[in-house]
């Protein structure tokens, strides 16, 4: 059975391989540096580390923030030796249970990788919004990418999604390393 507990120190990501997973499931251009990281960890208590547990052992990670409306997953990932056994279903069932609305954004969905991911995320109920939206650089030296949103349980409002976007750009991406936002 899946659990979560929130990891609140920094040298707990590395303890129990969090860290290493991070940057394992995520290109340099899609997360931020350790620095970033441990700074949000110290100075918002809206940011949520979660490690995943199934049966005592750790099996992934949700970096999720508390924002105005809703909850943003902002990281989710299973380490690979463990997909395929319905952890990461089980471990949004978990959050779904908590939450009213939860947001998330992936890649454009153009390859058999990100389609497989738009479905994972469509078969635990999230809808595609048919909002524009980017990626904010995590980097001075990387560029804004194009991303998709969706949300649960049903289309985010409008509303809703502008206020993320603002609270995305001026809260969330002060964690990263990039000075400008470029598009």
Same mark, same amino acid.
């Given at each position: ?5 929130? =990891? ?12 290493? /997973? ?27 580390? /979660?490690?995943?547990? %199934?049966?005592? !052992? @750790? =099996? ?37 249970? !908590?939450?009213? /609305? ?8 153009? %390859? ?19 909002? *524009? ?7 001075? %030296? ?17 509303? @809703? @999604?502008? %206020?993320?976007? =603002? *609270?995305?750009?001026?809260? @969330? ?11």
């Amino acid at each position: 059975m899946v659990s979560y507990k929130r =990891v609140k120190r920094a040298e707990e990501l590395l303890a129990c391989g969090l860290w290493a /997973l991070y940057e394992r499931a995520f290109p340099r251009e899609e997360r931020r540096s350790w620095e970033q990281h441990c700074r949000a960890m110290e100075e918002e208590s809206e940011f949520r580390c /979660l490690s995943l547990s %199934d049966a005592g !052992e @750790v =099996v992934g990670l949700m970096f999720c923030w508390e924002l105005t409306g809703c909850l943003f997953i902002e990281h989710f990932a299973i380490d690979e030796s463990k997909r395929g056994r319905g952890l990461g279903q089980a471990a949004l069932r978990l959050l779904q249970q !908590e939450c009213k /609305l939860i947001i998330l954004e992936i890649e454009l969905p153009e %390859d058999e990788v990100t389609c497989r991911r738009l479905r994972f995320y469509r078969a635990a109920g999230f809808v595609l919004l048919p909002y *524009e939206h980017v990626q904010r650089p995590f980097h001075a %030296d990387t560029s804004a990418l194009p991303m998709k949103l969706l949300s649960w349980p049903t289309v985010a409002p409008a509303g @809703v @999604v502008h %206020d993320f976007e =603002v *609270e995305l750009a001026g809260r @969330v991406m002060q964690y990263s390393g990039a000075t400008t936002i470029s598009y």
